[in-house]
């Protein structure tokens, strides 16, 4: 029988990994999500789960013993946080490029400087754009199924692409929530053995990553580009299976809250999300038409989803937990893709952004209202003044 | 059921007429005439044998072998960052040993190589190479030690000796040796500090016999194992193509290359020269060295003396004295 249990985002993502057979993990140390390698540490320790647990020496390593453990044809698992992201981006094009769908757990934290340990979507949104597959958390639960997810989806022969399975650090990390653990028999239904077309193998030898010339080297890009593009049908594909086995109710790339007859939506994705929804709840209960619409997905990302969703609403206020310093936006990444997003649509919605929970700061539930007040002057007066408002440090709306 | 994982007992071979016949670096490849690395890269596969994975960390070896569509290698090979090349290969070989014990593959586990250059071994991937030595995989890292970054226009790397020429360390009136700085020392660097090490080794393409049974041991200790391969260049180092071999030799008849195996603790050594001959004899074939003055020359002599003197590289024969300077 599946049972409920309250588990950290950490704890959820290490039941998933055991449930998944993964079969080499990699792991170092930083905070905060280094628990998820205790909690395999642990169950490799303890027998309930056959797998090879490497020490690597740096993220960097993490991600290349799993890139080569891939390689010959093994279920592989990794993770990391903050400048432990970062420090590993050489592997993640080779990883990607090479087609190998290694999973890293990333539990954000803040990059340097200084010393922070808060949660801030800056370090994974540095390496958005390698081909890898992405999405946030918003509670354990979601950690634990977007585990498995991305594993069916990573390990599809038409996508064959790693992912980043991403959860804010300490706000899903490190608070417990209800997870309902499933029968492994469910898993196994969902989940096929990982294979991989031409492992490394004496029997078949093969060439992994050999050199190429300029002009060979765009139908490689290309090639990586429609791994991305043919994703989405698959996404559909496992997520149609996924709720259906374990009796889940998913959208696959946005899903929506108390949208219908909504002028103005949070846009939002990750940990915030939670608060943004009874934000959204006691705004409702004020007579205020807002709803809320979460990303699942962030690559590939879902254009046609993000358009249809948003373009019913007056305005939208994207909540940014990143920075791109110097940016068209002036201030997080998302905002960037929304309008992109939106460009081809008739009627477009104003739209503005919200610097909010930068250094793994709370966004506690005035700080929606205050978004909330925001929107509502936007659609007053019939334009956005500005594409960014560093929550708390405005004079006012 | 966990399935046992066996690894291959490859025989040691007598006489270079008994050297397999079989090539798993095959011709198709574009490094220079002459090339050490090359050379000594056919014979390592040789000695591997069909059941091997070649990783190849960026050097080289990855650039001027692995063209796309006509890679030389006819077992597995995977090409890695020039930083990474002990973690990948780590990964290789974790992952045979789970999936040969949860029965998902048959067979032995296959001999996990990291082909690395002096740069991938010792400088920016000393940190992985360090990691899978310390790990305790069974997989064997080889430093193929041109004595520079040879692929990107021969700069100085860690193992470059004293007195190159090299791009990054011309001679000019202010500094007129060149490089200044004396060579890391990869096989020591490996004893040091690992001890889940079984064996390491130095060879030389000049005795191909000694190399081949070096990378056979190496492949039969379960463990960790380490070959520093002499791989003279002839472009990096400024030497006709032809002599190769030659000055291979020469650096062992010099002593500014030692052939020695180090097994549980202990050190023995091969091809030891009775008399060394000077530096000199094999400085002055190189245009590398050409630059040098006899102050250099006698910095470089007094350089490999106390190499030959130094604990953890006993000499069991007594060194005679280098040759007065002419």
Redesign the interface.
Known sequence: MAKEMELSGCAASAQAARMAKV??I?SYPIRPYTALMMELAKMVANGEL???F?????E??QL???????????R?LTGSSGVGVTYAF??YS?IAGGRLPVQMMIADRALDPPGDFGSEHTDAMSCRDQGWLMGWAENPQEAFDNSLINYRIGEDHRVLLPQYVCQDGYFVSHIPGKVVLPEQSQVDEFLPPYTLPHP???K??????????PD?GTVMDLQRAQAMLDAPAVIQEAIGDFNRIFGRNYSPFVEEYMTDDAEMAFFIMGAHTMTARHAVKHLRSQGVKIGLVKLRFLRPWPTQEVAEALSKFRAVGVVETSTSYGGAMRGGNLLHEVRASLYDVPQRPLTTSFMAGLGGEMVPLKEFYYMAEVLAKMIKDGKASKTVYWVGFEAEA | MAVAVKTQNLPLIKKIRNIPKEEYYVPGHRTCAGCGPALQYKLVAKAAGPNTVFLGPTGCMYVANASYLCTPYAVPWMHTQITNGGAVASGVEAAYQVLIRKGKREGELPNVICMAGDGGSVDIGLQAMSAMMYRGHDALFICYDNEAYANTGIQTSPTTPYGSNTTFTPPGPVIPEGKKLFPKDPPQLVIGGHPAVKYVATASVAFPVDLMNKVRKALNVQGPAFLHIHAPCPKGWKFNESKTIEIAKLAIQTGMWNLYEWENGEYKYQHKPKEYKPVREYLKLQGRFAHLSEAHIAKQQAFVDAKLKAPGIPVAIPISPPRAEA
Do not use: N
């Open positions: 079969e080499v990699c056959d797998a090879e490497v020490y690597g020496e740096g960097h390593a290349s013993v799993v890139a080569g453990a891939s390689a010959a044809g093994a592989v050489e592997t080779p490394l193998d004496p078949h030898p093969v060439s992994h990553g050999p050199q190429i010339r060979q």
